[in-house]
């Protein structure tokens, strides 16, 4: 079989049997998934405000269709309110039904390239609980200020119907947001919109700005983006963060912080997503010293962003690798239990976050979809819906299908990009060391952003070291992407 004609879509559904993952419903989803569509939907009245008035949109990737978030801004005194409006899924998926065991199962949706395995069947997450554009839906909201210097204050959370004005992409909106390209048809279309946007990006700017200042870290990452058509791989392009992606994501940070401390001042558990000090300080500090800048000794995210600034602002074309290295050495997040009764969260090195939750994307996270009920049972001042020791174990689960799902998603990536590269065998590269262990040194070449194995001259490379490559051989059935180091 050559690279070309290579089933990626079937060799995606083994690798998720491989790592764990059922791909396929339950018995009884159908007929849950009628039911749910049958169902009156929540309308406004009571606690439920109606929002629909307001200048709703949401910024996704250019294929997305589970649209999991909108925001809308306006200017107050004091600064600039901001509502996150986030899918209301807990309403339509109760707990221990068929497709709710399934999502704990799972606990996240897998993306690969030429095949998606969602956590919650598509009638719900692309449709019936995802926040479409020109659809009335139920969302819950998270509601903070932004003031002049970032900082966030006057945060509630409360039930809404919402309407999404505008579905937008990140590829269209970040250029135009940045001065580097004329706005899309929606946006050119209203100046309402065009105001509502630059008002989003300005709250999110001061966030930022506040974040970084209490020693939050900025990465620029560089991730591959294939081009597949018909199931066919044409090529890997590079996919780079830009404004939008950032407006959102600080919006998320916003929205996960309101959630996770008001949770803690209920005192409620719930489950924390963290990131410890760095394991590999030492090497962090190591590799910061090549550049002339020496670290303390005790992990120290703000004066290691002071660093990444100065770098990024003295060499921005090879600032990614840098910032890659970094990434790597910093170590995996997970999600941890929050006793009602803890006084100090263990916090998020890397946001410098000490109130931190994901609660933003629970058509695509369990983790999410679960804090969205205590979040709720917390409005309604009702019992929790899940014990400490259910909480726990629901961190576990999701942290080991985080990695097995990881490691799909990478064996896909390696499996398209060994599909793309099958005509380039004996040409050069230049990368980073990404990994390097017992198991075998791993590199992440720049241009396309893809990573294999050195299996010839690896000997003596170390995470961080910037390399020149050649490649040597790719199996896409087996995802071995070869490469050899010349020393």
């Known amino acids: 079989m050559s690279a070309h004609s290579f089933d990626l879509s079937a060799a995606a559904f083994t690798e998720m049997v491989r790592q764990g993952f059922h791909p396929d419903l339950p018995t009884g989803s159908e007929e849950q998934v009628e039911r749910i569509r049958a169902a009156k939907h929540e309308t406004p009245g009571g606690e439920v405000r109606d929002l629909r008035g307001l200048l709703w949109s949401s910024i996704d990737n250019d294929t997305s269709r589970d649209l999991d978030q909108v925001e809308f801004a306006e200017r107050v005194d004091g600064g600039i309110r901001v509502r996150v409006g986030v899918a209301d899924v807990s309403g339509s998926v109760a707990k221990n ?7 704990a199962d799972q606990t996240k949706t897998v993306y690969t390239a030429t095949r998606n395995f969602p956590m919650l069947p598509n009638e719900l997450s692309t449709d019936m609980t995802s926040l479409n554009e020109g659809e009335d839906r139920a969302a819950v909201v998270s509601e903070f200020v932004v003031d002049p210097n970032g900082c966030l204050s006057q945060q509630k959370i409360y039930r809404a119907v919402v309407h999404n004005r505008a579905k937008l992409a990140y590829s269209k909106v970040g250029p135009w947001l940045e001065g580097k390209a004329e706005p899309d048809e929606k946006v050119a279309a209203s100046p309402e919109l065009q105001a509502q946007l630059r008002l989003q990006d300005e709250a999110a700017r001061a966030i930022r700005e506040e974040r970084v200042a209490q020693g939050a870290l900025e990465f620029n990452r560089i991730e591959a983006d294939p081009v597949v058509i018909d199931g066919v791989v044409r ?16 919006f998320m940070i916003g929205a996960n912080e309101t959630m996770a401390e008001l949770l803690r001042a209920a005192g409620r558990s719930s489950i924390r997503r963290v990131v410890r000090s760095p394991e590999r300080w030492d090497r962090i500090v190591a590799l910061v010293g090549r550049y002339g ?3 303390p000794a005790e992990p120290d995210s703000a004066a290691l962003n002071a660093f990444l600034r100065k770098e990024r602002a003295a060499d921005a074309v090879h600032y ?25 969260p263990l916090g998020h090195f890397g946001l410098a976050a000490r109130d931190y939750t994901h609660s933003t994307a629970p058509n695509r996270r369990f983790a999410d979809l679960v804090i969205q009920r205590l979040v709720k049972a917390m409005l309604d001042d009702e019992p929790a819906p899940y014990t400490d020791a259910e909480l726990a174990a629901i961190a576990m689960q999701c942290n080991l299908k985080e990695k097995a799902g990881h490691k799909v998603e990478r064996a896909m990536r390696k499996r398209v990009a060994a599909v793309a590269l099958a005509n380039s065998i004996g040409k050069s590269f230049r990368g980073v060391i990404t990994g390097a262990s017992e198991k075998g ?7 396309p952003p893809v990573e294999g194995r050195i299996v010839k001259g690896e000997h003596g490379l170390d995470v961080g070291d910037t390399v020149t490559v050649t490649l040597l051989h790719t199996d896409p059935q087996h995802a071995f992407i070869d490469f050899g180091h010349a020393g």
């Open 97 to 103: 039904t068929p497709l709710d065991k399934h999502a």
């Open 235 to 250: 090529a890997i392009k590079t996919a780079q963060h830009n404004r939008a992606t950032d407006l959102i994501e600080d």
């Open 293 to 295: 800048t020496e670290l």
């Open 320 to 344: 990614p690798d840098l910032s890659l290295s970094i990434i790597k050495l910093m170590g995996p997040g997970e999600y941890v239990l929050s006793k009602g009764s803890d006084t100090e």
């Open 441 to 447: 040194v791993y590199v992440r070449v720049f241009d």
